[in-house]
T-cell receptor
Framework: GQNIDQPTEMTATEGAIVQINCTYQ??????LFWYQQHAGEAPTFLSYNVLDGLEEKGRFSSFLSRSKGYSYLLLKELQMKDSASYLC????????????FGGGTRVLVKP | SAVISQKPSRDICQRGTSLTIQCQVD?????MFWYRQQPGQSLTLIAT?????????ESGFVIDKFPISRPNLTFSTLTVSNMSPEDSSIYLCSVGGGGNYGYTFGSGTRLTVV
């Protein structure tokens, strides 16, 4: 099975930076995904990491360390619209490349 | 990325009845998945819908309760059978699986069982 852990909730101020950590254990790691989900909406794809290092996409960056089973999503210059849940998901090649999700981190951006 | 049309978007159903949810994709995709998201929680995989063969169910989910069809590479259905209030949830289909393309989700079906 897989264990994917991320904090339940985080609060940050508009314009600030927030880092959401995700740790995982999996037998056939084949990529880690971050999704954003606003209340009442479907998840939308943010980033993908399969090799160690940092992937940057505008205000959002994602980091992966496979040896540590660790990833983080970094949100810079926070905006009110960034208030959402952020889901870490791991793809397992040993399990038919299905995605398993962590519990999600609810981020609240305050003015 | 693929575009998914999922319907119905929401429904209120009587306990003991069944509801079939449909997902239509605008292109052929190898892998389709069905998830459940209970209020305030993350996504739980129900099953992988396989074209031409029986779906692969995750632990805790069975075919009699959640029968799935996948007649071709662009369409799948999930039926929630003999519903109870505990089945009230959002159900989402998803496609993807290869490379660094993010898995795409349908807009979800919000089911309330009364």
């Amino acid at each position: 099975g897989q264990n994917i852990d991320q904090p339940t909730e985080m609060t940050a101020t508009e314009g600030a930076i927030v880092q959401i950590n995700c740790t995982y254990q999996t037998s056939g790691f084949n990529g880690l995904f971050w999704y954003q989900q606003h209340a009442g909406e479907a998840p939308t794809f943010l980033s993908y990491n399969v090799l160690d290092g940092l992937e940057e996409k505008g205000r959002f960056s994602s980091f992966l360390s496979r040896s540590k089973g660790y990833s983080y999503l970094l949100l810079k210059e926070l905006q009110m619209k960034d208030s959402a849940s952020y889901l870490c998901a791991v793809r397992d090649q040993a399990a038919g490349n299905k995605l398993t999700f962590g519990g999600g981190t609810r981020v609240l951006v305050k003015p | 990325s693929a575009v998914i049309s999922q319907k119905p978007s929401r429904d209120i159903c009587q306990r003991g009845t069944s509801l079939t949810i449909q997902c239509q994709v605008d292109s052929q995709v190898t892998m389709m998945f069905w998830y459940r998201q209970q209020p305030g929680q993350s996504l739980t995989l129900i099953a992988t819908a396989n074209q031409g063969s029986e779906a692969t169910y995750e632990s805790g989910f069975v075919i009699d309760k959640f029968p799935i069809s996948r007649p071709n590479l662009t369409f799948s259905t999930l039926t929630v059978s003999n519903m109870s209030p505990e089945d009230s949830s959002i159900y989402l289909c998803s496609v993807g699986g290869g490379g660094n393309y993010g898995y795409t989700f349908g807009s979800g079906t919000r089911l309330t069982v009364v």
